[in-house]
């Protein structure tokens, strides 16, 4: 089951204040104990897995946009010429 950024900040917050055990908090929140306690301790400080993203994610939505209409004008795009 999926739980909100919502819930997993206040489950955050309430592990950081060492109120309840984080087991409890994790099952109140239906998040995973493992994940709960990696954000409590900073093991863990943003929801992406894997390397660090290039682009932000405006920068990322202008790429599509445009990559988008230069197909419909009839130029496709490629790696090589979007890379440049």
């Given at each position: 089951m999926?739980?909100?950024?919502?819930?997993?900040?206040?489950a955050?917050s309430?592990g950081?204040q060492r109120?309840a055990p984080?087991s409890?908090v994790?099952?109140e929140?239906?998040?995973p104990v493992?994940?709960?306690?990696?954000h409590?301790?900073?093991?863990?400080?943003?929801?992406?897995?894997?390397?660090?993203?290039i682009?932000t994610?405006?920068?990322e939505?202008?790429?599509?946009?445009?990559?988008?209409?230069m197909?419909q004008q009839?130029?496709?795009m490629n790696?090589a010429?979007i890379?440049?």
């Amino acid at each position: 089951m999926r739980y909100s950024e919502e819930d997993l900040a206040a489950a955050v917050s309430l592990g950081c204040q060492r109120k309840a055990p984080l087991s409890r908090v994790a099952s109140e929140f239906h998040i995973p104990v493992a994940t709960l306690h990696d954000h409590v301790t900073g093991k863990r400080k943003t929801k992406y897995k894997g390397p660090e993203r290039i682009l932000t994610e405006d920068e990322e939505k202008a790429l599509v946009t445009f990559i988008t209409y230069m197909c419909q004008q009839g130029f496709p795009m490629n790696r090589a010429v979007i890379k440049c």
